[in-house]
């Protein structure tokens, strides 16, 4: 005699989407433990003494990523940083 079990499991799949223009970046699929890998991850931080630390934390496209790291720039120049 044969018997069958079926088993299913939940898959939870990650979509990661830019923040600034919403343009699609990737998805990865979530393991077991929690863990999936990210895409787009942009992270910024400066310290200034007396005052902290300032941090931008966001999903970024390429494109966007590098809008961005333009703008930090013209605007430390801006300011007259060199």
Not at 15 to 21: L, V
Not at 23 to 51: A, N, Q, T, V
């Amino acid at each position: 005699m044969e018997k069958i079990k079926t088993i299913s499991r939940e898959i939870i799949v990650h979509k990661m989407y830019c923040d600034e223009c919403g343009g699609y970046i990737g998805e990865s699929e979530e393991y077991d433990d929690g863990w999936y890998e990210s895409f787009g991850k942009y992270e910024r931080d400066f310290y200034i003494p007396l005052h902290g630390w300032y941090k931008i934390k966001k999903t970024l496209c390429e494109p966007c990523q590098e809008k961005v790291d333009k703008e930090i720039i013209n605007a430390l120049i801006n300011l007259g940083f060199i």
